[in-house]
Nanobody
Framework: QVQLVESGGGLVQAGGSLRLSCAAS????????MGWFRQAPGKEREFVAA????????RYADSVKGRFTIFRDNTKNTMYLQMSSLKPEDTAVYYC?????????????????WGQGTQVTVSS
């Protein structure tokens, strides 16, 4: 059974940092894109970042460029999202996803597997 489990969420002050992790099990995702998404209260889920299996292609939403970094450790079948300079508008449930044809498709929320999410709250 394939599982994606997010961790690392929490409460942080504006300007602070958090690192999210997404641990995959049940299959290896080293050759396929993985990505991060978020959903704020009352809003639709939105794309945050994606990275190709080999790591050569990375995409970010404009709202997080320069502040968030996505990276992967394929030896651990784990993906991370380093978030810095956090803003209250970054408050959301963050989800990881895996198994898409490309980072472009991932950015359109086309993915085979999804995690359950981890809450990130940024206080002002």
């Amino acid at each position: 059974q394939v599982q994606l489990v997010e961790s690392g969420g929490g409460l942080v002050q504006a300007g602070g940092s958090l690192r999210l992790s997404c641990a995959a099990s049940g299959r290896t995702f080293s050759s396929v894109p993985m990505g991060w998404f978020r959903q704020a209260p009352g809003k639709e889920r939105e794309f945050v970042a994606a990275k190709s299996g080999g790591g050569s292609t990375t995409r970010y939403a404009d709202s997080v460029k320069g502040r968030f970094t996505i990276f992967r450790d394929n030896t651990k079948n784990t993906m991370y999202l380093q978030m810095s300079s956090l803003k209250p508008e970054d408050t959301a449930v963050y989800y990881c996803a895996a198994g898409s044809t490309s980072t472009q498709a991932m950015a359109r929320m086309i993915a085979d597997y999804w995690g359950q999410g981890t809450q990130v709250t940024v206080s002002s």
